[in-house]
């Protein structure tokens, strides 16, 4: 197959080309219009070969395009996991009136939001200082809220290691620069913002941050994204800390998705 040969360049090159085309022939299929379609699936292609040039397209929020732009093949999978594949599409019970986004990254899961619920507050948190900026661009005039933080079990301060793929930055052991980085906690968030809905998608983060949390049922919904199997002890113990709510639960891979809605909201 086409796929295993490419995939078998990739690993002797330490390129990404498989997954950067299909990424990017996937968006410029569903959500990219005119020459933008062209320029989408190129910059696939130029991705998955290792240019870190940016891509400027436009993407549907409600009514309206906005402009976005992507800067790797790991930001085009992740547009392709909200706007395509609908990692957050199980609607609320109730529509909220204020959404966390945990783990902001480029925006697109925030832009989904305004889309969906157009008037809700919507706080966007994201620790990478390499991806916060373009955070605000791509949410720029949409009325979100950008912090700049680490979603972490404690307050103060977190060791962030930025990661050579957008997507892979953690406060957890990495490979890439380590920066000092404010850091919150998930209570605190609720707190001070009064969110009803919460998606979390930290980068391994979650397990410390659902541990240390005292009121979960303090918001009706959760979106998560938790970087283990379904299977895995670490998982089924994080899971069980829902016991207040109807939770739904998809392996996918090597993470696992879940949607969790305050059983007395059900």
Aim: with cysteine; hydrophobic share 50%.
């Amino acid at each position: 197959m086409l796929r295993d040969v490419v995939k078998a360049v990739d690993r002797r090159l330490g390129t990404e080309v498989w997954e950067g085309v299909v990424a990017g022939v996937r968006v410029a299929q569903h959500l990219a219009l005119g020459r933008d379609r062209a320029r989408v699936a190129l910059a696939g292609l130029r991705f998955g070969l290792g240019s870190r040039r940016p891509v400027t397209f436009s993407l549907p929020v409600g009514d309206r395009r906005v402009p976005f732009t992507v800067p790797d093949w790991a930001a085009m999978a992740v547009v392709v996991e909200v706007f395509v594949s609908n990692h957050y599409d199980d609607a609320a019970v109730a529509l909220p009136s204020a959404v966390l986004d945990l783990g902001g990254h480029i925006g697109a899961a925030a832009l989904f939001f305004r889309g969906r619920y157009p008037e809700a507050r919507i706080v966007s948190v994201e620790a990478s200082p390499q991806l916060v900026g373009l955070l605000r661009r791509n949410t720029a005039g949409l009325g979100i809220e950008v912090v700049h933080a680490a979603v972490a079990g404690s307050a103060g301060t977190a060791t962030f290691h930025e990661s050579p793929e957008s997507w892979a930055g953690s406060i957890g052991a990495g490979v890439g620069r380590a920066v000092e980085v404010p850091a919150v906690t998930r209570d605190e968030l609720l707190a001070e913002h009064a969110i009803d809905a919460v998606k979390m998608d930290v980068e391994g983060a979650e397990f410390d941050v659902v541990a240390a949390a005292r009121r979960l049922d303090v918001a009706t919904t959760y979106w998560g994204e938790v970087h283990a199997t379904a299977d895995d002890e670490r998982t089924q113990r994080m899971l069980a800390a829902f016991s207040a709510f109807a939770v739904d639960v998809h392996d996918d891979g090597d993470v696992t998705l879940f949607t969790a809605v305050r059983s007395s909201c059900a």
